[in-house]
């Protein structure tokens, strides 16, 4: 049979519980709808008290609610709650722009249903890890593989300040995945850090930060010298072309005796430049 499609008002249209994915204000969605009407329905559940439960489309609701659309067309599909999970995740994780903080939740929430479908009642009060938990984290994504499912999932152990940091590429997500492991108070002193000195970390550091958290050494003060630190790529490098300055030695002066005396010669400037601030500070004392 062909699937119908009905028209539905938009106060019977109530969002999914726990939506990982937001809904943002789409000016360009909006100018659509208003010109062109909702060219895709939404995809929706009915709910037992009534009324509907949006498994796709909560942002052509919000573009129909912003331009006065007062209902909208719809798939209506009886779905248990592990496949509206499943749909939901699938019909938003291919969005041009997903956050990393939504494809987070978004693989958590999907990973829990697809194990609480996968549960099996002689297994009850056992802790069911191992090949099966792996087998449902690879299902949770589609073009990615159980491992990076089990990596976005841990940004999920970010505070909000740092997740937000994540979103907002301040953090990259290397870094991110080792930050997740540290404490929310660890996390907290952390963000206070990038806050006060304006520093983000490195993966270096953010691994740092975790063998120290691990070993229970990871304080304020050992945050605040991590991150004070002056990264590699940080650091301001003097580079000397050799045709420049080989004119200054005699020929067949290699690259390593051109370089001693170089350093022989600021050693030299450096004393004479002491012995002259001494000789400053002296007459001034007078």
């Given at each position: 049979?062909?699937?119908?499609?009905?028209?539905?008002?938009?106060?019977?249209?109530?969002?999914?519980?726990?939506?990982?994915?937001?809904?943002?204000?789409?000016?360009?969605?909006?100018?659509?709808?208003?010109?062109?009407?909702?060219?895709?329905?939404?995809?929706?559940?009915?709910?037992?008290?009534?009324?509907?439960?949006?498994?796709?489309?909560?942002?052509?609701?919000?573009?129909?609610?912003?331009?006065?659309?007062?209902?909208?067309?719809?798939?209506?599909?009886?779905?248990?709650?592990?496949?509206?999970?499943?749909?939901?995740?699938?019909?938003?994780?291919?969005?041009e722009h997903v956050l990393p903080s939504e494809k987070a939740f978004a693989y958590k929430l999907k990973l829990g249903a697809i194990k609480r479908q996968g549960e099996r009642s002689d297994l009850a009060g056992f802790d069911t890890?191992?090949?099966?938990?792996?087998?449902?984290?690879?299902?949770?994504?589609?073009?990615?593989?159980?491992?990076?499912?089990?990596?976005?999932?841990?940004?999920?152990?970010?505070?909000?300040?740092?997740?937000?940091?994540?979103?907002?590429?301040?953090?990259?997500?290397?870094?991110?995945?080792?930050?997740?492991?540290?404490?929310?108070?660890?996390?907290?002193?952390?963000?206070?850090?990038?806050?006060?000195?304006?520093?983000?970390?490195?993966?270096?550091?953010?691994?740092?930060?975790?063998?120290?958290?691990?070993?229970?050494?990871?304080?304020?003060?050992?945050?605040?010298?991590?991150?004070?630190?002056?990264?590699?790529?940080?650091?301001?490098?003097?580079?000397?072309?050799?045709?420049?300055?080989?004119?200054?030695?005699?020929?067949?002066?290699?690259?390593?005796?051109?370089?001693?005396?170089?350093?022989?010669?600021?050693?030299?400037?450096?004393?004479?430049?002491?012995?002259?601030?001494?000789?400053?500070?002296?007459?001034?004392?007078?």
């Amino acid at each position: 049979m062909k699937e119908q499609i009905k028209n539905i008002p938009l106060a019977d249209l109530h969002p999914f519980p726990d939506n990982p994915f937001s809904v943002r204000e789409d000016t360009e969605l909006q100018e659509s709808v208003r010109d062109y009407g909702v060219i895709s329905p939404l995809v929706v559940r009915p709910l037992e008290s009534g009324g509907y439960e949006i498994i796709s489309g909560h942002r052509r609701k919000a573009a129909c609610e912003a331009v006065g659309i007062k209902d909208i067309p719809a798939f209506v599909r009886k779905l248990d709650d592990t496949a509206a999970v499943v749909a939901l995740v699938d019909s938003n994780l291919h969005r041009e722009h997903v956050l990393p903080s939504e494809k987070a939740f978004a693989y958590k929430l999907k990973l829990g249903a697809i194990k609480r479908q996968g549960e099996r009642s002689d297994l009850a009060g056992f802790d069911t890890c191992g090949q099966a938990v792996h087998k449902s984290r690879d299902d949770v994504a589609i073009s990615e593989s159980g491992r990076q499912v089990q990596r976005y999932i841990r940004l999920t152990k970010l505070i909000p300040q740092l997740l937000k940091a994540v979103d907002e590429g301040k953090i990259a997500f290397s870094p991110a995945i080792e930050l997740s492991y540290l404490s929310e108070h660890e996390q907290a002193a952390l963000h206070w850090t990038m806050e006060s000195e304006e520093r983000t970390p490195s993966l270096s550091q953010s691994q740092h930060m975790r063998r120290l958290s691990a070993e229970g050494l990871l304080n304020m003060d050992a945050v605040f010298k991590i991150m004070t630190e002056i990264k590699p790529n940080q650091q301001e490098k003097l580079k000397l072309k050799t045709e420049n300055i080989r004119g200054f030695f005699p020929k067949g002066y290699d690259i390593q005796q051109m370089e001693r005396v170089i350093m022989k010669l600021l050693a030299e400037w450096q004393r004479k430049r002491e012995d002259r601030n001494r000789e400053d500070r002296s007459r001034g004392a007078r």
